[in-house]
């Protein structure tokens, strides 16, 4: 080192030089030129090339540098600048770590996950976790379930929507018990539909299902709702409510999630997420859309292919279907009529009238309601499907038979009350965006924000008038000033003789006269009335 120094002050070193010091000390050309420029400031550093100057001058990671990574996202060049504003308005000024130090150290002091998470949160930072795998078990030993919003347009009555998915898989075969689609929204009609179907296991169901011993659910307010709850304790069914957020607790239904995207919805027409060229990235506008019957269709179809022919890596080579039959597990299963009775949300007894069964302010009939008026009954239902309900005998809990809205609409009807309802809804959302559209002006220096559209003095003293008579005609009550009381003579029923005013009965109005003034009784008459 000491040789390099005396050619850098004669101004005969090389990169050759360089490059053969670099080559014997086993570092890079850019280290000895860093060496060289340190022991030209300092003699010590000429001795032992490459160590430090003084003890615990290696920059760290500290909290404060933690907390600034998770301001800016993980942004380090933002870090850096922050850290340099900081030591110039120390007193005395400090020296801030460089650009090339700060990547460094936070290379060495923080973990990948930890880089992760301080740039993109918690599920970025999971990411770089390491998970134990829980053993298989048996079959319907635990079951795991989940809402999914399939990525693919389909067209609904004409309108372009994503269907939801619902269905239940079970953990030691990888095997799609049940399956539900909705058009839109799930609710726990879904849910009650896709058990139906994962715990029946005749056609066209089976061979899979009958009753697990616990279902994993994640916090959903479908699967927790009421009704489902109801459901699952008079099946026998523990239900293992997930904390918030952890997908990776119930990972055999989200690897179904992913593996029902990439192997089959990706390859259908509508499908949400497919790369287009250019800019835009809407869909074109010719593109034809699987109606819904056919999507269900096909995602039956898949389901199928799924359980029957998929061999999945956790098994081994084997198809759910083979993994189901070899597993010796006894089932247990429920009649069908049972299932169905279990599923249902019980909305109390009701009295069997001539009229049928009055629901929700409605009437409901059936055939075999005659000769079985006066009997107390019990009503079950399905979520959301109030053009019928299943009516029970309240003493025994026999089954007594569907019944159906007396006055149900026609089709026509419904459509008609549909658009006529969204019309309104567009009319509504117009006027609220209208009024509550607010226009500022634009700004190049900062100002306080100033409105725009200017009203004149007439103009908002009508306004507000107008608006004054408004909430005055709502707060209006006729009945406040009672009448005045009729004439004594007058025969006035006693109902109407509470509802005036207690005190003298107004006179009788004289005849007036053709030509002359008023009488000043017809005078008194007509204030009284006026009042």
């Known amino acids: 080192m000491r040789r390099l120094l005396a050619l850098r002050a004669g101004k005969e070193l090389t990169a050759g030089h360089v490059r053969v010091a670099a080559d ?22 000429a001795g032992d090339p490459g160590a430090r100057t003084r003890a615990g001058a290696r920059f760290t990671i500290t909290p404060e540098v933690r907390g600034l990574l998770a301001l800016w996202k993980g942004n380090v060049r933002a870090v850096h600048r922050e850290l340099v504003l900081r030591a110039a308005r120390q007193s005395p000024p400090a020296d801030a770590p460089s650009l090339t130090t700060l990547h460094r150290a936070i290379r060495r002091d ?11 949160g918690e599920r970025a930072a999971r990411k770089h976790d390491v998970f134990l795998a829980r053993s298989r078990g048996w079959r319907n030993q635990v079951w795991e379930t989940d809402h999914m919003q399939a990525p693919v347009l389909v067209d609904v009555d004409g309108k372009a929507r994503r269907p939801w998915i619902t269905w239940f898989t079970d953990c030691a075969t990888n095997a799609i018990t049940g399956v539900a689609i909705t058009p839109g929204d799930p609710s ?32 959903g307010k479908d699967f927790l709702s009421r009704t489902v709850t109801a459901a699952f304790d008079l099946l026998d069914v523990t239900v293992e409510d997930l904390p918030a957020y952890t997908p990776h607790l119930k990972g055999t239904v989200e690897g179904l999630n992913r593996a029902v995207e990439s192997m089959f919805l990706a390859a259908l027409p509508g499908y949400a997420r497919q790369p287009r060229p250019g800019k835009r990235t809407s869909r074109p506008k ?18 199928l292919w799924w359980n029957t022919e998929h061999r999945p890596a956790p098994l081994r080579g084997k198809t759910p279907l083979q993994a189901w039959q070899d597993d010796p597990t006894p089932l247990r299963d429920l009649p069908a009529t049972d299932l169905w009775t279990f599923t249902l949300e019980d909305a109390g007894t009701r009295t069997l009238t001539t009229r049928g069964v009055r629901f929700r302010r409605r009437d409901y009939v059936g055939p075999w309601m005659t000769g079985q008026a006066g009997i107390q009954v019990r009503v079950r239902f399905m979520p959301h499907h109030d053009h019928r309900i299943e009516v029970y005998h309240a003493a025994t809990g026999r089954y007594l038979g569907p019944a159906d809205l007396a006055d149900q609409a026609t089709e026509e009807q419904v459509s008609a009350v549909r658009r006529a309802r969204a019309a ?32 004149t003095t007439a103009q908002a003293d009508a306004e507000l008038a107008q608006s004054a008579d408004t909430d005055l005609a ?11 009381a009729p004439p004594a003579d007058w025969r006035t029923p006693p109902s109407l003789a509470t509802r005036t005013t207690p005190g003298r009965p107004a006179p009788v109005p004289s005849e007036p006269a053709s030509d002359g003034p008023l009488e000043p009784n017809a005078q008194t008459a007509e204030d009284g009335d006026a009042s």
């Open 110 to 120: 923080l973990t990948p996950g930890e880089r992760a998470g301080l740039a993109g």
């Open 424 to 455: 309104r809804s567009r009319r509504l959302k117009k006027d609220l965006e209208a009024s509550q559209r607010e226009r500022y002006a634009t700004v190049n220096q900062p100002e306080a924000p100033r409105r725009l559209g200017a009203l």
């Open 474 to 484: 709502q707060l209006a009550l006729p009945d406040l000033i009672p009448p005045a």
């Open 286 to 303: 010719d593109e034809v859309l699987l109606g819904f019957e056919d999507f269900t269709a096909r995602l039956l179809d898949w389901t």
């Open 188 to 219: 726990r009609e879904s849910v009650l539909a896709a058990l139906r179907s994962a715990v029946l296991r005749k056609e066209p169901y089976g061979p899979f299902g009958g009753l697990p011993e616990k279902v994993r659910v994640d916090r």
């Open 24 to 45: 014997a000390l086993a570092v890079s050309e850019r280290t000895v030129w860093r060496w060289v420029a340190a022991a030209e400031n300092d003699e010590a550093a």
